[in-house]
């Protein structure tokens, strides 16, 4: 079910920078929890890389603490993740999902959402 469009993404060198976009059309982010999950070629989908709850909080798993950075811009309707330092093993395909529950769980898997969107491609290469 396809309710989020996820937008940014592309190529980049290991160290590089990149800002993926999660948008919704028709709905508002901010009554929802919204995860970023990736995907990386011939390997399972990873549990969420970070999620921004409803109330503003945060959570970081260990595999990106420290390079991504989850914001939420109200005026947009929109949720960033900015991803600095990337590196190869960060190539995957990236993913936005939103839950309506009334507290986030960072161990909820993407089918476990409400709504997520098609994704976009990220690869970190010299």
């Known amino acids: 079910q396809v309710q989020l469009v996820e937008s940014g993404g592309g190529l980049v060198q290991p160290g590089g920078s990149l800002r993926l976009s999660c948008a919704a059309p028709?709905?508002?982010?901010?009554?929802?929890?919204i995860g970023w999950f990736r995907q990386a070629p011939g390997k399972e989908r990873e549990g969420a890389l970070c999620?921004?709850?409803?109330?503003?909080?945060?959570y970081y798993s260990d595999s990106v603490k420290g390079r991504f950075t989850v914001s939420r811009d109200n005026v947009t309707n929109t949720v960033y993740l900015q991803m600095n330092n990337l590196k190869p093993e960060d190539t995957a395909f990236y993913y936005c999902a939103a839950d309506g529950s009334r507290y986030y769980n960072p161990s909820k898997t993407l089918s476990e959402y409400d709504y997520w969107g098609q994704g976009t491609q990220v690869t970190v290469s010299s």
């Open positions: 999620i921004r709850s409803s109330d503003g909080s945060t």
């Open positions: 028709q709905f508002i982010l901010e009554e929802y929890h």
